[in-house]
């Protein structure tokens, strides 16, 4: 039974032939999917998706699977540029991965071990490989407006949580200087 699971004749050439040459790296140093989520302090669920092609890893994942090999960061990052650069163009299967990428209690991509999420434009982290969500409301296209949307979303939030703040604390001194003061 081979190791690996073919990729998705779907993948854009670039993100197969990165997604080969992580997979590369990982056989020859004779890793198993949890020796490499041991040393790369991401998580086991990651790197299946990375490895399998189904999310492109972030850079930081990348770097950290470099650094724990002893590969060359550089080489690694290069392929990984061109890989993400690919993966942003490729539409019907971003639809597909950004719908099912969540961070939990974020509603956007990535966890500690996901630093970079989709295609490695930030996030969170991801350190129980069970930070999947997607972005609702967010165009699939765009990973990056995920991220940026749930910033606003947050700053909304904080916003509305400091204005009702401020009128609790005016009625309260309304109500305690009570009528004539």
Known sequence: MPRWKALSDELDPQVREFAGQLRRLVDRRGLSIAAVADRTGYSRTSWE?????????PKGAVVALA??????????TTM??????????S??????????????GTGGTGGM???????????AGDTSGEGDTGG???????PAASL????RRRRQAVL????????????????LAGPGH
């Not at 998706?49 to 890893?57: E, F, I, Q």
């Not at 990984?80 to 163009?89: D, F, G, N």
């Not at 609702?136 to 765009?142: M, V, W």
């Not at 400091?162 to 604390?169: F, K, N, R, Y």
């Open 49 to 57: 998706r990375y490895l399998n092609g189904r999310l492109l890893a």
């Open 67 to 76: 650094e724990a090999t002893g590969t060359s960061q550089a080489h690694l």
């Open 80 to 89: 990984w540029e061109l890989a993400e650069r690919a993966w942003s163009r």
């Open 91 to 104: 539409e019907p299967r971003q639809d597909m991965t950004v719908l099912s990428v969540r961070i939990p």
């Open 113 to 123: 071990g996901d630093t970079g999420g989709v295609g490695g434009t930030g996030g």
């Open 136 to 142: 609702e409301g967010i165009s699939p296209g765009d």
């Open 148 to 151: 940026r949307s749930t910033g």
């Open 160 to 175: 509305l949580a400091g204005v009702v703040g401020a009128l609790l604390v005016l009625a309260a001194v309304v109500l």
